[in-house]
C-alpha cells in the first residue's frame, strides 16, 4: 500500500533470529507498524552453493507464500 510509516520506529522495533540445519535455514523477523506487531519467516535452502528462498511466511497474518500458485 501507499501509507507514510516510521522508518525510525519500525528499524528500532527490529529483531532478527537465524538458524541454520545443514542446507535448510530459517530467519524469522518480528517488527512493530504503528502499534501492530508483524513475524515474517524465510524458509531457505542451499542450492549450488548458494541460499535460495524457499517460502516465506506470515506467522501474525498465517499465510504463506506457498499457499499461492505463483508464476
Known amino acids: 500500500d501507499n501509507a507514510d510509516y516510521d522508518k525510525l520506529a519500525i528499524d528500532r522495533s527490529l529483531r532478527t533470529i537465524e ?9 524469522v523477523v518480528a517488527f512493530v507498524v504503528e502499534g501492530h506487531q508483524h513475524r515474517l519467516e524465510w524458509k531457505l535452502k542451499k542450492v549450488g552453493g548458494a541460499w535460495k528462498v524457499t517460502d516465506l511466511l506470515s506467522v501474525t497474518g498465517e499465510w504463506a507464500l506457498s499457499q499461492y500458485q505463483c508464476e
Not at 19 to 27: F, M
Open 19 to 27: 538458524a541454520v540445519n545443514g542446507d535448510e535455514a530459517k530467519v
